[in-house]
């Protein structure tokens, strides 16, 4: 469970990425970047690291 928290993680990071240099798309592309720092936060508080 813990890697494809992940792995989600890293694809919505990608996805930010994509959508602030490529597109505007309001905030949706700023709320999944949000999820997926929070996806790593609780990643790392629950000890098991990057």
């Known amino acids: 469970m813990g890697n494809l928290l992940y792995i989600v993680a890293v694809i ?3 996805a ?3 959508g602030f240099l490529g597109y505007s798309a309001g905030g949706l592309i700023h709320i ?3 999820i997926a720092i ?3 936060i609780l ?3 629950q000890g ?3």
């Open 32 to 34: 999944l970047l949000v």
């Open 16 to 18: 930010w990425a994509i």
């Open 38 to 40: 929070i996806a790593i």
């Open 43 to 45: 990643r790392l508080i």
């Open 48 to 50: 098991r690291g990057i």
């Open 12 to 14: 919505l990071i990608i």
